[in-house]
DNA sequence: TGTTGTCAAGCAGAG
DNA sequence: CTCTGCTTGACAACA
């Protein structure tokens, strides 16, 4: 589906999936699991090579991108993963932020044993931090996951047991003039009609706060939340919502917030109001504002960023595209693996965050093809060819 | 090593 | 009613 995916050399050996047709899953079935059909096909063709098989060296190449111009001046972002480090092999040397573990998994070893998979988040999270700057990215969301169950009502724990690691983190950020935000997930319902739904959200918002807290990152560090859901009434929703900022969040947490128009329930319309009474940022989805649109994109722009001006928090907005090919609503919820360009509308000196498939590949793509930064040869594509986007089909 | 089914949490929309 | 999608991924069990 991506033209990306077409021009790249994969590493020599392309492995054709199996296809067992077993059990039907439950997923979606409609993901054909092949599509490799980039060429790579000469997997198969060494039957007879006795001499043990030396490793073989990966070829990368960087395919060529459509060249565009543009004025922008922010920083580029990507969300969570970095899908070169999270790949890595052997196994043992993968890079990531989001281990977690069942619930089974705590009753049998315990709390000190889910702890320790969220010191190993966060000293992963240095070495990608190390990684961002070596290749020009100088933004990017924080997992949510970095600490299991740091929020659960049951199993929930503080974070100063990693305080002094996560405050590494917090130097490392402002070392390289990073910016690291969150983005809790669509639990965190703040307009929910039943109290547990809200104080769990609440919880939650406290565990993201804390986190940022103890990196002792600046303002610029906001946790994006959506509206949530409408319960048939937004009137009474968006009170609700309202409420819970205004009246329920503590300082510390209030502070960070900022809200995102969504795809299906609140566009930035129904957002600017409360946003603008409360203070609280507005982060513009142009993907979402797309699919759920409402006022001139400008107006949104502007006024939204007038929060940030007066809040003096740097202004940040989210992009995506559509898969290729998608026609219903929800085909087209769904993120592709690239974006092709930035929005028209991008103000010059904004925080624009990149959410596609391909993570940071999907950043450096659009260096090359605006010419924001130098993309380091070999860090690009190491790994597409066995990156998940490189197996779906539209 | 790879594959498959399942997993904390909430909501709305499609079929 | 069930399935899907959301920041979408990762665990766990088994081959």
Not at 6 to 34: E, F, M, N, T
Request: neutral net charge; hydrophobic residues 35%.
């Amino acid at each position: 589906m991506d033209e990306d995916s077409d021009d790249i050399v994969a590493p020599k050996k392309v492995k054709r999936k199996p296809k067992p047709q077993g059990k039907k899953r439950k997923g979606s079935q409609l993901k054909p699991d092949d599509a490799a059909e980039d060429g790579g096909e000469e997997a198969t063709a060494s039957p007879r090579k006795k001499k043990r098989a030396p490793k073989l060296e990966p070829v990368y190449v960087i395919p060529d991108v459509e060249k565009r111009t543009t004025t922008f001046k922010g920083r580029l972002g990507y969300a969570c993963l970095n899908t070169i480090l999270r790949n890595k092999k052997p196994a043992t040397d993968v890079v990531f932020c989001s281990r977690t573990c069942r619930l089974d998994t705590i009753k049998e070893k315990g709390i000190d044993f889910v702890k320790d998979l969220g010191v190993k988040n966060v000293e992963d999270l240095l070495t990608i931090i190390e990684w961002n700057e070596a290749n020009n990215i100088r933004f990017m969301r924080i997992s949510s996951d970095m600490f299991p169950f740091a929020s659960h009502s049951l199993h929930g724990y503080p974070l100063d047991y990693c305080a002094p690691l996560l405050a590494r983190v917090g130097e490392l950020a402002l070392k390289y003039n990073h910016r690291l935000t969150t983005h809790p997930g669509q639990y965190t319902q703040l307009g929910s009609p039943k109290k547990e739904v809200i104080a769990a959200a609440v919880r939650e918002l406290k565990y993201h706060s804390e986190m940022l807290d103890l990196m002792g990152i600046d303002k610029d560090g906001v946790m994006i939340v959506h509206g949530g859901g409408v319960y048939g009434d937004k009137e009474a929703a968006l009170e609700r919502i309202k409420d819970t900022i205004a009246n329920v969040l503590p300082q510390n947490v209030r502070d960070r917030l900022v809200l995102e128009n969504d795809e299906i329930c609140y566009s930035a319309s129904d957002l600017l109001p409360i946003c603008e009474s409360l203070l609280i940022p507005l982060v513009f989805d142009y993907h979402h504002d797309a699919l759920n649109p409402s006022l001139p994109r400008t107006e949104i722009i502007s006024r939204a960023n007038e929060i940030f001006r007066k809040r003096g928090i740097k202004p940040k907005q989210h992009l995506s595209e559509a898969r290729e090919g998608a026609e219903t609503l929800m085909e087209k919820r769904k993120h592709s693996a690239r974006c092709k360009m930035l929005p028209e509308d991008l103000p010059d000196d904004m925080d624009l965050m990149i959410e596609a498939k391909d993570k940071e590949q999907a950043v450096l793509q659009l260096y090359r093809t605006y010419d924001l930064h130098p993309v380091i040869h070999g860090t690009v594509l190491v790994l597409v060819a066995s990156s998940p986007s490189f197996n779906l089909t539209p």
